[in-house]
């Protein structure tokens, strides 16, 4: 089961976000996070089974009008690297250290790109695509949502 520190974590990253529910399951227990307003909710019951969930990417309100243009035709020319998760964005595994990719390397499908940090842990976000990256569309710590668009790759 999740510790307080880690659901407090949680609560956190989902109120910097747009997403609107999350539900963590792990051995028969259950955390659910609502957000209504300025008011969630965290409920803990048993599980009977699990039941497979489906998420939707909800577009993100600071979003304008060009760049919601620019982002459809970047989308039918080029490949893009999603995150898996809601998370901090890291291009480097530390300060010190180069980012993993620029604009215009080159990457293969077992690349890693970059780190996505959630609840402490750092996980590395392969390319998943053979090709070359033509756009960085986050900043290094910028917080990041679910299905949300990090990098632009020309496939080969």
Do not use: W
Not at 24 to 34: D, N, Q, T
Not at 44 to 61: F, I, L, R
Not at 119 to 144: S, T, W, Y
């Amino acid at each position: 089961m999740l510790k307080i520190e880690e659901i407090r974590e949680i609560i956190k990253l989902i109120d910097q976000s747009s997403i609107e529910e999350f539900v963590y399951e792990h051995e028969g227990s259950k955390v659910e996070l609502k957000k209504r307003s300025s008011i969630q909710t965290v409920q803990e019951q048993p599980v009977q089974a699990p039941v497979p969930s489906v998420a939707v990417q909800q577009p993100t309100h600071h979003q304008n009008k060009e760049e919601e243009r620019s982002s459809a035709v970047h989308s039918d020319q080029f490949h893009q690297i999603v995150s898996p998760m809601v998370g901090t964005f890291y291009q480097a595994s530390s300060p010190d250290t180069p980012a993993y990719v620029e604009v215009g390397s080159e990457v293969k499908e077992d690349s890693i790109v970059c780190i996505i940090e959630a609840m402490k842990l750092f996980n590395e976000i392969e390319a998943e695509v053979e090709g070359e990256i033509v756009e960085i569309l986050v900043k290094d710590g910028q917080l990041v949502e679910y299905g949300q668009p990090l990098f632009l790759v020309k496939q080969k």
